[in-house]
């Protein structure tokens, strides 16, 4: 039974680029685009109508899939360090990918029971589409830079929130008599600030006297600095969240280079840990090389190598 939910676990969760590991995930990567297809495509009449049977029938299959694959990945999570132990299945069902996967199949069940709009199932069965952040590195990097830079961003949203209020308020005291339809409070008024602030400007309320307009030239101007501060904390999340790991590829190339060499049970490690990472074949080639040209060192003493003295063994 060990030996079974270990096979299965290195499926799931190991090296994806050859066997069936590689095909499993491959087929689950298309059964997830093809889910997001289907649900797209069902909420036209004309579809519903004359392929709603097999929609229905599709429906069905990937939830069975689904199912099987959360506590297939639920019973072997046990096999990973950080979820050992007595109470190591529901550390790993609170965990974030473990949280999507649930959410992927929750709305067929929750129809089941609950009367509900199949509009609003429709649109969430659209968040299987998040299983796929499993399979990317860059869709893994975004939310890890979500997640770090969370504070930033929402003292940064808290700000422009502000300045929203702020904005409707003026351009209510300027033009709610000229407009009262649509800057005759400060809530209908926060329509304007919200377009305006933004840089959107859909054109639908504009002011129409010269206070105003100067008052509007003023928030748009102001608006250009307040969008520009959330895409600033990000772009700067991307380069250090890149930076860790450009280092910690780095130290597990240090780590292999140790003996002088890099045996082929290494570079699949090291390849393994790239695709982990979302490094670049050709920034993880660039490390390689130069670490495997820089000076080594012995790793119990730390004294640096000469080119032709070999390391001693670990």
């Known amino acids: 039974m060990q030996r079974r939910r270990l096979i299965l676990y290195r499926g799931l969760e190991g090296d994806l680029r050859h066997g069936w590991p590689r095909y499993l995930n491959a087929a689950l990567m298309v059964l997830i685009a093809a889910n997001v297809i289907a649900v797209v495509i069902g909420s036209i009449a004309a579809v519903q109508r004359d392929w709603g049977d097999w929609l229905v029938a599709f429906e069905l299959v990937s939830v069975a899939v689904?199912?099987?694959?959360?506590?297939?990945?639920?019973?072997?999570?046990?096999?990973?360090?950080?979820?050992?132990?007595?109470?190591?299945?529901?550390?790993?069902?609170?965990?974030?990918?473990?949280?999507?996967?649930?959410?992927?199949?929750?709305?067929?069940?929750?129809?089941?029971?609950l009367e509900l709009d199949t509009?609003?199932?429709?649109?969430?069965?659209?968040?299987?589409?998040?299983?796929?952040?499993?399979?990317?590195?860059?869709?893994?990097?975004?939310?890890?830079?979500?997640?770090?830079?969370?504070?930033?961003?929402?003292?940064?949203?808290?700000?422009m929130l502000i300045i929203i209020v702020l904005a409707a308020s003026g351009i209510h005291l300027i033009e709610g008599r000229v407009q009262p339809d649509a800057m005759g409070s400060i809530p209908k008024a926060m329509w304007w600030a919200a377009v305006t602030l933004t840089t959107v400007g859909y054109g639908d309320v504009v002011p129409v006297t010269v206070p105003g307009r100067l008052f509007g030239l003023l928030i748009t101007v102001a608006g250009v600095g307040m969008v520009a501060l959330p895409a600033g904390i990000l772009a700067s999340g991307f380069s250090q969240e890149l930076n860790k790991r450009r280092e910690a590829y780095r130290r597990r190339v240090k780590r292999a280079l140790e003996d002088g060499t890099v045996s082929r049970r290494e570079r699949a490690v090291l390849e393994r840990k790239r695709r982990e990472l979302g490094v670049s074949e050709e920034e993880a080639s660039a490390i390689l090389d130069a670490e495997s040209a820089g000076p080594r060192s012995c790793p119990h003493c730390g004294k640096p190598l000469t080119a032709s003295e070999p390391a001693p063994p670990r």
Not at 130 to 147: C, E, G, I, N, P
């Open 66 to 113: 689904f199912t099987v694959e959360y506590l297939v990945r639920l019973w072997v999570a046990v096999e990973a360090k950080a979820y050992s132990g007595r109470w190591g299945r529901l550390r790993y069902a609170l965990t974030p990918m473990a949280l999507i996967d649930l959410v992927a199949i929750a709305p067929f069940y929750l129809g089941l029971w």
């Open 119 to 159: 509009r609003f199932l429709r649109v969430l069965r659209l968040l299987r589409v998040f299983k796929l952040t499993r399979y990317s590195a860059s869709m893994d990097l975004l939310l890890t830079v979500l997640r770090q830079e969370a504070a930033a961003i929402g003292s940064a949203m808290f700000v």
